[in-house]
């Protein structure tokens, strides 16, 4: 395939060396990457949600960078490979990944490694992408047992099982997770699902999940359970509609469903705030752009 979006010479701050004092203090460092993808269906709509963010992109590497820390560049090389393959609709990925400082005593340009890889994925059109809040801050989860909720046809909990996630996908459309099933057993991958009406049984087991994520759905009377199903130290990843959607296009139709400014803080105030945005989010590719309250936090331990 000859179509290909490149990502030209992004700098950034990372962890990564031999030395211990490389991988306390943070040093520059360059990729450039280059997305493998069919163009011709974002060609002919001018959309940005038939294409790949490369914003988006770049947020996942530099994220992941600041957070983790590494003895090989190469092994920062094939962390950013799987991430990008796992959350993105690209057949392959090459990155050519460089300390821009290297600690050797010659002048050198920079030091790196040169890294291609294919994903084993077959990315259909049809098939939705990972929510981009959940793909940008994948650093910030730590990898265990994760409960969908309001799953829906699973393109969130697919993108954690590649993660190395135990997943539990939840909804109450058992036509929705039965076309999630095919999906996860083309990828190799094991999800167990459950037809649940949150309303009615507004239940989730006590101290059982690691992560839990919630995208496009709100039920107040669940916070409660989602919090108490968190162990100590797990995570919840939120996104949904805030007011200013509803009031301006009148979606959801009913303002029950959306959030108002600053609630989501407030329904988490007991857990420490990881990251947090609120406003009209464009980079979805939608129009018009929604907009929406998004929060990853975590509970105490």
């Known amino acids: 395939m000859a179509d290909r979006l490149v990502?030209?010479?992004?700098?950034?701050?990372?962890?990564?060396?031999?030395?211990?004092?490389?991988?306390?203090?943070?040093?520059?460092l360059a990729v450039d990457i280059e997305l493998f993808f069919d163009f011709s269906e974002a060609s002919s709509t001018d959309d940005l949600a038939d294409t790949v963010d490369y914003a988006a992109v770049?947020?996942?590497?530099v994220a992941t960078a600041k957070a983790e820390q590494f003895v090989l560049i190469e092994t920062l090389g094939?962390?950013?490979?799987?991430?990008?393959?796992?959350?993105y609709?690209?057949?392959?990925?090459?990155?050519?990944?460089?300390?821009?400082?290297?600690?050797?005593?010659?002048t050198v340009g920079s030091v790196g490694a040169r890294i291609a890889r294919a994903s084993s994925t077959v990315h259909h059109r049809h098939e939705q992408s990972a929510a981009s809040w959940l793909v940008e801050h994948r650093a910030l989860l730590k990898t265990g047992r994760a409960l969908d909720l309001?799953?829906?046809?699973?393109?969130?909990?697919?993108?954690?099982?590649?993660?190395?996630?135990?997943?539990?996908?939840?909804?109450?459309?058992?036509?929705a997770l039965e076309a999630l099933a095919p999906q996860a057993r083309a990828r190799g991958l094991?999800?167990?699902?459950?037809?649940?009406?949150?309303?009615?049984?507004?239940?989730?087991?006590?101290?059982?999940?690691?992560?839990?994520?919630?995208?496009?759905y709100l039920q107040r009377t669940l916070i409660p359970s989602i919090i108490q199903s968190l162990r100590p130290g797990g995570v919840v990843v939120y996104q949904t509609f805030l007011i200013d959607n509803h009031l301006r296009f009148?979606?959801?139709?009913?303002?029950?469903?959306?959030?108002?400014h600053n609630e989501l803080l407030s329904l988490f105030s007991g857990f420490r705030v990881l990251a947090y945005r609120e406003g009209q989010d464009d980079r979805r590719g939608r129009?018009?752009?929604?907009?929406?309250?998004?929060?990853?936090?975590?509970?105490p331990a």
């Open 7 to 28: 990502i030209e010479r992004l700098e950034f701050e990372g962890f990564v060396g031999i030395e211990e004092r490389e991988r306390t203090v943070p040093q520059p």
């Open 58 to 61: 770049a947020e996942t590497i």
């Open 78 to 87: 094939e962390r950013l490979a799987k991430l990008i393959l796992a959350g």
């Open 89 to 106: 609709p690209v057949s392959e990925v090459s990155l050519w990944v460089r300390k821009l400082c290297p600690p050797i005593h010659y």
């Open 150 to 175: 309001a799953a829906g046809q699973g393109r969130n909990a697919l993108y954690l099982a590649q993660q190395g996630f135990e997943v539990e996908a939840w909804d109450r459309d058992e036509q």
């Open 190 to 216: 094991s999800i167990s699902t459950r037809v649940v009406d949150l309303e009615r049984e507004p239940s989730i087991p006590v101290e059982t999940f690691d992560l839990v994520v919630v995208f496009n």
């Open 250 to 260: 009148n979606h959801p139709r009913h303002r029950e469903f959306c959030l108002e």
């Open 287 to 299: 129009q018009p752009a929604p907009f929406l309250a998004s929060l990853i936090a975590e509970r």
